[in-house]
């Protein structure tokens, strides 16, 4: 069965101070993973997917994420916070196997002071 | 209009009392699913349909009950409320033949069990 892992429930940074939200997985097979983006009082959209096309996964925002196999992690990255990345992020896992279930993160909040 | 309307968006009941959650989406997606958030748990999955004909427990599926009326409507209830299950109740669709499994979310149905 798979899992998945966000360290930190909260994360804080100053506007224009590199963005770093952890994610590890587990999975017995390939995994497909996924950032998903929660704003106050609106549902989940996605931010980017890994498909096992490219490690380096870039998505909306200045988002980006870089699959690491060895180390089984999926950490979401921006280089520059903006005040409006203020949100919740899940970080997520399906596989072929499972059915396409997706397992979710506790999720990580980010706060971003001026 | 949104893809994928969930109602009521908010709902305050009392314990013991019936409750239905209602989805329909506009996506033309055969896959359909509910999803529960609580704070510090992330989204847990309760019930998930394949097709019409398709109805499958998901992680916490007791003391819920699901119905797929259509392609395009996918129905939750709680039969007998009670205050746990006051949460944040999201419904979710797919496609199948999608390589990964992305999910197009509504906005959430935000329950209260008093």
């Known amino acids: 069965a798979q899992s998945v892992t966000q360290l930190g429930s909260h994360v804080s940074v100053s506007e224009g101070a590199l963005v770093l939200l952890r994610c590890n997985y587990s999975?017995?097979?390939?995994?497909?993973l996924f950032w998903y983006v929660q704003y106050p009082n609106q549902g989940l959209q996605l931010l980017l997917k890994?498909?096992?096309?490219?490690?380096l996964v870039k998505g909306i925002n200045g988002f980006e994420a870089e699959f690491k196999k060895s180390e089984t992690s999926f950490h979401l990255t921006k280089p520059s916070a903006h005040m409006s990345d203020a949100a919740e992020y899940f970080c997520a896992v399906t596989t072929s196997t499972g059915g396409f279930k997706t397992i979710f993160g506790a999720g990580t909040r980010l706060f971003v002071k001026a | 209009d949104a893809d994928v309307t969930q109602t009521p968006r908010n709902r305050i009941t009392k314990t013991g009392k019936r409750i239905m959650l209602e989805c329909s989406q506009t996506?033309?997606?055969?896959?359909m699913y509910w999803y529960r958030q609580d704070p510090g748990l992330g989204l847990r999955l309760i019930y998930y349909?394949?097709?019409?004909?398709?109805?499958n427990k998901g992680e916490i599926s007791d003391g819920y009950s699901v119905s797929r009326q259509a392609q395009a409507k996918f129905s939750l209830s709680l039969e007998s409320a009670i205050p746990n299950q006051t949460a944040l109740y999201f419904c979710a669709t797919s496609q199948t033949g999608t390589v990964t499994g992305e999910l197009f979310f509504g906005e959430g149905s935000r329950l209260t069990v008093l």
């Open positions: 999975s017995s097979v390939p995994p497909y």
């Open positions: 890994y498909t096992s096309a490219a490690t």
């Open positions: 996506k033309g997606h055969d896959r």
């Open positions: 349909s394949f097709d019409v004909k398709d109805i």
